[in-house]
């Protein structure tokens, strides 16, 4: 019910409130510097007074697996992080300022509102993942050399992914919390469950991180391969959401 | 013939017994005042009214709909401005009303004409670029008038419309109440016993989640208004005297008296009427004041609900 067109408040609302910016602006600068910063951390290193030859010797020659690893590890650590905090207060600061008790009087079904800010952060971070990619090919194109395009596209396909899971997973706890607080405590508990424990090797292959490695591993011409990863990760998404929007129909707000 | 129809409807939030068995009746068009003094259980009706909460046990039918099963039915039937109207503050009331407006279906050309509109009647045009978080109170109050009238609702439930306003602020938004009447039924809450005397037809008491009285405002003043007369004297020993012989009569309930003005109630007026002020006269009182006391909505509230929720 009204789904465009509560979808195109919440976009309005991204661009007004300063979220897409925010997003769109860390995301581009790690996005632009990570090649940089593969390509010259080596020299700003030796050129350090006092370094000796030898020692100098021992940094290795940056390549464009060095570019590739510093983009992936940058836009994973930020990414993951802005997903969490831009999504954790959008339904719980609603309930608590009113807004939504003002709006689900109308005709606004509590499914299109809560898949409305979920389908709006993600286009936000899509775009900004989008242009920040962009930035990131063409740097390490003109200091190294052009990635392939197939690969790498799949790999910012999966680290999207990686993303909506963080994002659906904090929507979730926007939705059980009954103020902030709960919310970005529930949000932290998701972080470490997801990506803390996700990290364990006997259980890796089946958590979103595994998708980051896969992606890199296509980029760089490896052969790991996250099925199961990414057959899980969207059904964490699936889950979550419908979860969400179970469990904000039967609220009272 | 009801818009608004609830029948033994509770509603518990653990051991409190925030509704408890209402029964409420509105007719069509009228402007019915749902009275109480705080925590009554008026917001939790209205809140269920609205679909935003759900009873304990009981059934509610608004404008036909089935509240408790009404999907997206009821949300087109009615409108609703909550005690405390919330907004996007980045918004502006024209960007917010063309939103509502959207959101009820109003093509582009009904949209622009019932915004301008709307603006008009709530005087706001020349706010109606400015971004609506930097408003007050009032102004928002004002707005959530305007909100809950975009698409022309069969039933309008104010949750305390007046209440935090300046008295400025809470003629505006009464007089826009009363500009409502005949075009939609309107379920106004309020503990504020002036605004449902100057605006309402029936009024409905509340207590402790349920229902005290429900009424037409004349037959509720007639049925439960204690007749009364005051008489204010200089001489207060004449006038305390007089009081005491007036106690003897058989006509007389009660008389009380302070600061030189004795409150007389009575049990038959017309006896009292022609007695009253030969009376006086025949004790020698020279009197200041002579009034038949108008029966008001207070004294059948404090009747009712007691002293202590007064407003």
Same mark, same amino acid.
């Not at chain 1, 994973?76 to 969490?84: D, K, M």
């Not at chain 1, 999504?87 to 079904?109: C, D, H, I, N």
């Not at chain 2, 209440?163 to 938004?173: F, I, N, T």
């Given at each position: 019910?009204?789904?465009?067109?509560?979808?195109r408040?919440?976009?309005?609302?991204?661009?007004?409130?300063?979220?897409f910016?925010?997003?769109?602006?860390i995301l581009?600068?790690?996005?632009?510097?990570?090649?940089?910063?593969?390509?010259?951390t080596?020299?700003?290193l030796?050129?350090i007074?006092g370094?000796?030859?030898?020692?100098?010797?021992?940094?290795?020659?940056?390549?464009?697996?060095?570019?590739?690893?510093?983009?992936?590890k940058?836009?994973?650590?930020f990414? *993951?992080?802005? =997903?969490l905090?831009?999504?954790?207060?959008v339904?719980?600061?609603?309930?608590?300022?009113?807004?939504?008790?003002?709006?689900?009087?109308?005709?606004?079904?509590?499914e299109?509102?809560?898949l409305?800010?979920?389908?709006?952060?993600a286009?936000a971070?899509?775009?900004?993942?989008?242009?920040?990619?962009?930035?990131?090919?063409?740097?390490?194109?003109?200091l190294?050399?052009p990635?392939?395009?197939?690969?790498?596209l799949t790999?910012?396909?999966?680290?999207?992914?990686d993303?909506?899971v963080?994002m659906?997973?904090?929507?979730?706890?926007?939705?059980?919390?009954?103020?902030?607080?709960?919310?970005?405590g529930?949000?932290?508990?998701?972080?470490?469950?997801?990506?803390?424990?996700?990290?364990l090797?006997?259980?890796?292959?089946?958590?979103?991180?595994?998708?980051?490695?896969?992606g890199?591993?296509?980029?760089?011409g490896?052969?790991? /391969?996250?099925?199961?990863?990414l057959w899980?990760?969207?059904?964490?998404?699936? *889950?979550?959401?419908?979860? +969400?929007?179970?469990?904000?129909?039967?609220?009272?707000? | 013939?009801?818009?608004?129809?609830v029948?033994?409807m509770?509603k518990?939030?653990?051991?409190v017994?925030?509704?408890?068995?209402?029964?409420?009746? *509105?007719?069509? @068009? /009228?402007v019915?005042?749902?009275?109480g003094?705080?925590? +009554?259980?008026?917001?939790?009706?209205?809140?269920?009214?609205?679909?935003?909460?759900?009873?304990?046990?009981?059934?509610?039918?608004?404008?036909g709909?089935?509240?408790?099963?009404? @999907?997206s039915?009821l949300?087109?039937?009615i409108?609703?401005?909550?005690?405390?109207?919330a907004?996007?503050?980045?918004?502006?009331?024209?960007?917010?009303?063309?939103?509502l407006?959207?959101?009820? @279906?109003?093509?582009?050309?009904?949209?622009?004409?019932?915004?301008?509109?709307?603006?008009?009647?709530?005087?706001?045009?020349?706010?109606?670029?400015?971004?609506i978080?930097?408003?007050?109170?009032?102004?928002?109050?004002?707005?959530?008038?305007?909100a809950?009238?975009?698409?022309?609702?069969?039933?309008?439930f104010?949750d305390?419309?007046?209440? =935090?306003?300046?008295?400025?602020?809470?003629?505006?938004?009464l007089?826009l109440?009363?500009?409502? $009447?005949?075009? =939609?039924?309107?379920?106004?809450?309020?503990?504020?016993?002036a605004?449902v005397?100057?605006?309402?037809?029936?009024v409905?008491?509340?207590?402790?989640?349920?229902?005290l009285?429900q009424?037409?405002?004349?037959?509720l003043?007639? $049925?439960y208004?204690?007749?009364?007369?005051?008489?204010e004297?200089?001489?207060?020993?004449?006038?305390?005297?007089?009081?005491e012989d007036?106690?003897?009569?058989?006509?007389? /309930?009660?008389v009380?008296s302070?600061?030189?003005?004795?409150?007389?109630?009575?049990?038959?007026?017309?006896t009292?009427?022609?007695?009253?002020?030969a009376?006086a006269?025949? =004790?020698g009182?020279?009197?200041n004041?002579y009034?038949?006391?108008?029966?008001s909505?207070?004294?059948?509230?404090?009747?009712?609900?007691?002293?202590?929720?007064?407003?």
């Amino acid at each position: 019910m009204n789904f465009i067109t509560v979808f195109r408040k919440e976009m309005l609302e991204q661009g007004r409130t300063y979220r897409f910016l925010i997003v769109a602006a860390i995301l581009v600068i790690f996005g632009l510097s990570s090649p940089a910063l593969a390509k010259f951390t080596p020299e700003m290193l030796k050129a350090i007074p006092g370094v000796p030859a030898n020692v100098q010797s021992l940094f290795p020659t940056p390549t464009v697996v060095d570019a590739v690893g510093q983009y992936v590890k940058n836009m994973v650590q930020f990414g *993951v992080l802005l =997903a969490l905090l831009m999504t954790m207060g959008v339904v719980v600061q609603e309930k608590e300022r009113g807004t939504a008790a003002f709006f689900l009087t109308r005709p606004v079904s509590r499914e299109t509102f809560i898949l409305a800010k979920y389908a709006a952060m993600a286009v936000a971070f899509m775009a900004s993942l989008a242009i920040a990619a962009l930035g990131c090919w063409y740097y390490t194109y003109v200091l190294f050399e052009p990635i392939a395009w197939g690969p790498y596209l799949t790999l910012n396909g999966l680290m999207l992914i990686d993303f909506l899971v963080y994002m659906a997973l904090s929507l979730l706890c926007s939705t059980i919390a009954r103020s902030n607080g709960i919310a970005v405590g529930l949000a932290f508990v998701a972080l470490i469950i997801v990506g803390g424990i996700g990290a364990l090797p006997s259980i890796s292959d089946y958590f979103p991180g595994h998708l980051i490695s896969w992606g890199t591993s296509l980029v760089l011409g490896g052969d790991i /391969t996250a099925w199961p990863a990414l057959w899980i990760s969207l059904g964490v998404i699936v *889950v979550a959401l419908a979860a +969400a929007c179970l469990i904000f129909r039967r609220q009272e707000v | 013939m009801s818009t608004v129809h609830v029948e033994k409807m509770t509603k518990y939030y653990g051991a409190v017994h925030a509704l408890d068995g209402l029964d409420l009746d *509105v007719a069509a @068009g /009228t402007v019915y005042g749902f009275l109480g003094p705080n925590g +009554a259980g008026k917001t939790t009706t209205l809140r269920i009214l609205t679909g935003l909460a759900r009873p304990t046990s009981g059934s509610a039918i608004v404008a036909g709909v089935d509240v408790l099963h009404a @999907g997206s039915a009821l949300s087109p039937k009615i409108g609703h401005l909550p005690e405390e109207p919330a907004f996007y503050p980045w918004m502006t009331p024209l960007e917010f009303l063309d939103y509502l407006g959207r959101l009820y @279906g109003l093509s582009t050309t009904q949209r622009k004409s019932r915004t301008k509109e709307l603006l008009n009647l709530v005087r706001m045009e020349d706010v109606s670029r400015r971004r609506i978080g930097g408003f007050s109170r009032g102004m928002r109050q004002r707005l959530g008038v305007a909100a809950a009238l975009i698409h022309h609702p069969e039933v309008l439930f104010l949750d305390e419309p007046a209440s =935090a306003l300046d008295p400025a602020g809470r003629k505006e938004v009464l007089d826009l109440i009363e500009n409502l $009447r005949g075009q =939609a039924t309107v379920v106004m809450s309020t503990h504020i016993l002036a605004d449902v005397e100057r605006v309402c037809d029936v009024v409905g008491i509340i207590a402790k989640g349920k229902m005290l009285v429900q009424s037409r405002r004349e037959e509720l003043l007639e $049925r439960y208004a204690v007749p009364a007369f005051e008489v204010e004297a200089d001489d207060r020993a004449a006038l305390a005297k007089w009081g005491e012989d007036l106690k003897r009569l058989p006509w007389v /309930t009660a008389v009380t008296s302070q600061n030189g003005t004795l409150r007389i109630i009575v049990k038959d007026v017309k006896t009292a009427k022609a007695a009253l002020l030969a009376g006086a006269v025949g =004790a020698g009182l020279v009197l200041n004041r002579y009034e038949e006391i108008r029966p008001s909505l207070e004294d059948v509230f404090l009747q009712l609900v007691g002293t202590e929720s007064i407003s």
